[in-house]
């Protein structure tokens, strides 16, 4: 379908642990972990930007969050504290074109981040 690599791993072509899936989303353990606990959620749909979601396609937003919901509840992260972070564009280092809410948490999370 694309090269995306996030859409490869939605379509199973690239393996990837997954700690949450449904019909729109899916959260899966970051290859290259930067905490003791790093995932990453996605939508299924692809779009490279949060400001690339067309207006009339704002559910996409409710259920990735819906599926940071759910992996937090279900890794008990909420007593431990955790951190979302989007990325994009050169400027902030995103690699993969493709949204994506990470969850770090796990170790104290310095503020600002660099
Ligand atoms: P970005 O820098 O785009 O915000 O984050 C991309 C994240 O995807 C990085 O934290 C990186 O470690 C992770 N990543 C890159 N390739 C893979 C992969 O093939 N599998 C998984 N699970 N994570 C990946
Ligand atoms: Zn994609």
Redesign the pocket.
């Given at each position: 379908m694309n090269d995306c690599?996030?859409c490869?791993?939605i379509n199973g072509e690239?393996?990837?642990?997954k700690v949450y899936e449904d019909d729109h989303a899916v959260v899966?353990?970051?290859?290259?972990?930067?905490a003791p606990i790093?995932l990453?959620a996605i939508p299924k749909e692809h779009y490279s930007g949060v400001h690339e979601v067309p207006h009339d396609r704002m559910e996409l937003f409710q259920h990735v969050f819906f599926a940071v919901n759910q992996a937090v509840r279900q890794e008990g992260l909420a007593e431990k504290g955790y951190r979302l972070?989007?990325?994009?564009g050169d400027s902030?280092?995103?690699?993969?074109?493709?949204i994506?809410i990470?969850i770090l948490s796990g170790r104290e999370l310095t503020w600002p981040p660099g």
């Open positions: 690599l996030f490869k791993i690239i393996p990837a642990n899966f353990t970051d290859i290259n972990p930067k790093h990453l972070v989007v990325n994009f902030s280092g995103q690699a993969v074109p493709h994506h990470h």
